[in-house]
């Protein structure tokens, strides 16, 4: 387990532990969603000693109170295969979709916007090659999203949204 990239706790304190308590913690095996489920006792029990158990206890408990435990609902691929009935050791059996396709017509507003944007990269840069610099791949590829979904949005009647949203409520998270 890598205490590095920890939650926004550990940034907020340091838990200054050993490199012997790290490996103790590396030879357990201790994933993210065991860690915040151990309690001092068992922190002692797999060899840590007291005082790295109070802080790893006490860490714990801050990070319970804080709720920032978003992601325990969703500790491994594994766990969250099996909330939606997909067990299996990969993503292999999770079933494809088919989308549905819509004609979009030539002299739709938004395409022909996606065009004009296109057409003055290409303009400015020349033509999208494996070899463009990954910056310039991603601004056609940024402006074609942002065309798809005025697109979908014209299509379905409801507005879309880039912007990021979370919610966490108790052990679950959204988003």
Not at 41 to 62: H, N, T
Not at 133 to 147: F, K, Q
Request: with cysteine; net charge negative; glycine share 4%.
């Amino acid at each position: 387990m890598s205490l590095s990239g920890r939650s926004t706790c550990e940034k907020e304190q340091s838990l200054e532990l050993s490199e012997i308590a790290i490996k103790i913690l590396e030879k357990e095996e201790i994933d993210d969603c065991a860690f915040l489920k151990l309690t001092k006792d068992e922190f002692q029990s797999i060899g840590l000693g007291l005082r790295p158990a109070i802080k790893l206890a006490d860490f714990v408990k801050e990070c319970k109170e804080k709720k920032l435990r978003a992601f325990l609902t969703y500790c491994n691929l594994k766990k969250v295969l099996e909330k939606y009935d997909l067990v299996s050791e990969g993503t292999e059996i999770i079933p494809l979709f088919t989308a549905q396709i819509h004609k979009i017509p030539d002299n739709n507003k938004h395409l022909e916007l996606c065009m004009m944007d296109i057409k003055l990269w290409l303009k400015s840069y020349g033509t999208l090659v494996l070899t463009s610099l990954e910056s310039i791949r991603n601004e056609y590829v940024s402006t074609i999203l942002h065309i798809a979904f005025r697109i979908a949005e014209d299509i379905t009647k409801k507005k879309f949204s880039m912007k990021p949203e979370y919610e966490i409520i108790g052990d679950e998270s959204s988003g």
